[in-house]
């Protein structure tokens, strides 16, 4: 009505089914996003869920790494969005994070245990922020989609929704050139997919309020199963295991788990924070989280 400025959304009416395509129902993806990489944005299209049911948005940080991301998306961007009208994203949103980046993005200096806390609390803002900011009363998914994951099946939005669940989480492995073999080979990449075990709650009970476990350092030995290890080439890419803990990489979210309030924490929560502590909320909020062991995405080898 002309006048009326009061928008009305049945959320009863928004679901988030395995009959998604038929249902017409939308999926927000979401990428950090501190370089451009054009394996990661050729993936993206080569994705075959209805373009017209997609939004993407993006975060990029404010720096001159964000500033040449920029560059690269808005170029990208024009061209799908100009094209043909079929080909088009419904949305794209883009946004230049707030708070400050960590400077150093090599693999080696990301990955130092040192710096976990701070870079993984200013990755968990940068995520809620994109997340807030984005999110619609017409959202049923989410899938968050790391900006270097370079290769997945072209059916990745369809695999995930069809499992059916609050939260499902691919294997991320990387390929490399195995040397010793003298060939093409691939490796477990992501190790902050994982099953709680006793010495993790163990070590997590003995830690000072602001004390956080991060998955995948020698020197924190918590003896979690990691999904990373439970790929098998020949089992069924359909296997699903119970998590605790996740890594970003490629999860698909059913929008109701976030609007119930499930957020990357940047503060520790249980002891754990972004994407780990978000899994620990989400069955806090009495959600089962879930990985596909056999189900691979493939992160980008710098
Ligand atoms: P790793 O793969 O666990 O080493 O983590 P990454 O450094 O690759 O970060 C995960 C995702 O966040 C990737 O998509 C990065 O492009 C993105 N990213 C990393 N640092 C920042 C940052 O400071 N700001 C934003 N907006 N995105 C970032
Ligand atoms: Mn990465």
Known sequence: LPGDHISHFDLNKLASTPMAVYNKEKVLILSPMSKFLNQYWANLLKLT?????????????????????????????KQVQTGPKEKRFSKITILRQDNDSIRSQKEKDRHALSIQKERRSSMALARNSLLFTTLSPFT??????????????????QD???HDKPVISANCYQR???????????????????????EGLKIASNMRDDEIIVEGYAN??????????????????????????????????????HRDGAMFPPFPFYHLIETEGFAKMTKRLGYEVFGLPNYLVYHYNE
């Open 220 to 257: 924190i030995a918590t003896y979690r199963p990691l999904m990373a290890h439970f790929y098998d080439a020949n089992g069924d890419v359909n296997t699903e295991m119970q998590l605790d803990g996740i890594g970003g990489a490629a999860v698909l979210v059913k929008a109701d788990v």
């Open 49 to 77: 869920y209805p373009r017209e049911l997609i939004e993407l948005g993006f975060i990029v940080p404010r720096n001159s790494d964000g500033d040449k991301v920029l560059n690269f998306l808005e170029v990208a961007i």
């Open 140 to 157: 049923s998914w989410v899938l968050w989609l790391d900006a270097d994951i370079v290769e997945s099946p072209t059916t990745l939005i």
């Open 160 to 162: 995930l929704i069809a």
């Open 176 to 198: 490399f050139f195995d040397d010793s073999k003298k060939k093409e080979s691939i490796r477990p990449y992501d190790f902050n997919n994982w099953v709680e075990s006793e």
